[in-house]
């Protein structure tokens, strides 16, 4: 009985994050990290607290059960899985960062309009460990958030394009659907999207489902090509790496995988198409990757490609087989892509940086310095010249939970160099996940949130050949960490990570249907 009422209370708290706290605003864009914030840390606080009263009424049931059949009661650290164990020593690593800052009111709470301090990251990590064991893996919060998720992206969508269905007290190009600027947005649609997309790779069996899913996915990929920001193709990169990598494992799902790139082609050629027939209503900067994609013929020759191999895997249904061999040498090969395509990349922009390569002098994307990646390049300095200024004991454990800003604005030269690069506006994080997190949590809460994502991510390619929902939980921590490389932790990406992952742990432990 006490099991039951914290499954659905467990249950409607999801319901109530995924489904109405994408859409909560107070005044608009005004203050929206802060009231965005607000909204998730009571709720979360409120939850918590009933969460920990229904955690004692537990342990006090099984107390009595062990007593009664003369046992004595033990915790069970078997049940504690690698992924518990590292989330555990993250927290406790927050905290010794705490302890040991010289910024203790900022770390407490966060930079003000980020709020990834110390209280919020604790709070992440009880709210993961409380919903692996009180959920039961209800399928209809999945589908649910998903659909919800499905209708940001839209209200994202229809923005872009001037269709404001809800009023607003500002409106700007920079902010979009509900969710705040574009790097919000798009750091949100890389933590939900994957899980919505893999069902839709993954599903066979439901036609209705994979209807649904199908839908969901073009307007997953229709919000991504039309908010205008480059960063979205780090998330479509990874995501379709990922995606070959685990399709490779069952024919359908390599059919599907194709079928996914028609998908991508012709939801960038379906922007495209909205922005020849309302030229006027489009109103962002045409001068990125976005407005590459939907504006030429790359992404309808990708969509024809895509198309045209599914057709033929699909006529060769009954004689298709991918041997062992063919799998481990595809996957060797990706390595070797990307490997290779890293190091190229590395070559190039460093001869061009120090000698210059004729006709590449101009692209930002190939010079290393302090405008690379829209003032990305100065970021990612300072925060490595932060880190070499740091004493020993801060470079092992960080200056605090979000005190980037407060530590480098502290040191005279770099305080310079910050008013140099971007004037009047502050910055408050590397705008790289672990170069922010070195700074903040130093070289131990990076390697305990690197072991959070690997352990994580194995978990679930293990358990995603009975449950596919896993392998959308792999692919969602893969592309959250692979977007970060040029974005950053805020309100509306990390505390889905999160629950996503306390939701995968129920799942794990064989609650869920």
């Known amino acids: 009985m006490i099991k039951k009422a914290g499954s659905l209370f467990t249950t409607a708290y999801l319901l109530l994050i995924f489904g109405v706290y994408p859409f909560y605003m107070k005044q608009g864009y005004v203050d929206i990290g802060k009231a965005k914030y607000y909204f998730f840390i009571y709720s979360s606080f409120a939850a918590a607290g009933i969460f920990t009263l229904i955690s004692i009424l537990l342990t006090v049931q099984g107390i009595y059960q062990c007593l009664k059949k003369r046992k004595m009661y033990l915790i069970d650290w078997n049940n504690l899985s690698i992924v518990d164990l590292f989330v555990i020593m993250y927290a406790a690593e927050i905290f010794i960062s705490y302890a040991f800052s010289d910024f203790r009111g900022e770390a407490l709470w966060g930079a003000e309009g980020w709020y990834m301090g110390l209280v919020l990251k604790l709070i992440l990590c009880a709210l993961y460990f409380f919903i692996s064991r009180l959920w039961d893996g209800n399928r209809f919060v999945w589908h649910t958030s998903i659909a919800i998720s499905g209708i940001v992206f839209v209200l994202g969508i229809l923005d872009r394009f001037s269709i404001y269905l809800i009023p607003l007290e500002i409106r700007q190009p920079e902010f979009i659907s509900t969710l705040g600027n574009i790097n919000w947005f798009n750091g949100y ?215 980037f800003s407060v530590y480098v604005y502290s040191l005279p030269d770099l305080a310079v160099k910050l008013k140099e690069a971007f004037g009047n506006s502050r910055l408050t994080n590397a705008h790289n996940e672990l170069l922010t997190c070195l700074v903040n949590e130093g070289i131990l809460g990076v390697c305990l949130f690197l072991g959070i994502v690997i352990f994580f991510v194995k978990k679930c390619m293990k358990n995603g050949k009975e449950n596919y929902i896993f392998l959308g939980l792999a692919a969602c921590v893969i592309c959250y960490l692979c977007h970060n490389m040029v974005s950053f932790e805020q309100v509306l990406n990390l505390p889905f990570l999160f629950l996503l992952m306390g939701m995968g742990g129920a799942a794990s432990q064989g609650q869920s249907d």
């Open 189 to 403: 649609l890389s933590v939900l999207a994957p899980v919505g997309i893999c069902m839709f790779l993954f599903q066979n069996k439901n036609i209705y489902l994979k209807l649904f899913y199908g839908i969901y996915t073009v307007i997953s990929f229709m919000a991504g090509v039309s908010q205008g920001g480059d960063s979205i193709f780090l998330f479509f990169a990874a995501l379709f790496f990922i995606l070959l990598w685990i399709s490779l494992e069952k024919e359908a799902w390599f059919r599907n995988y194709f079928l996914l790139i028609f998908l991508w082609g012709f939801s960038a050629q379906a922007v495209r198409f909205m922005r020849v027939f309302m030229p006027d209503r489009y109103n962002y900067d045409t001068n990125n990757l976005c407005a590459y994609a939907t504006g030429s013929n790359v992404t309808l020759a990708a969509g024809i490609f895509g198309l045209l191999i599914y057709g033929m895997l699909l006529w060769k249904k009954e004689n298709f087989f991918l041997s062992e061999y063919i799998k481990k040498t595809i996957r060797k090969t990706m390595v070797v892509l990307l490997l290779g395509g890293i190091m190229l990349w590395l070559f190039i922009a460093g001869f061009n940086t120090s000698i210059g390569i004729s006709g590449l002098e101009e692209k930002s994307f190939f010079l290393l310095n302090k405008n690379w990646g829209n003032g990305r390049g100065a970021a990612f300095s300072i925060a490595f010249d932060s880190f070499k200024q740091m004493p020993l004991l801060h470079k092992f454990i960080g200056v605090g939970a979000d005190c």
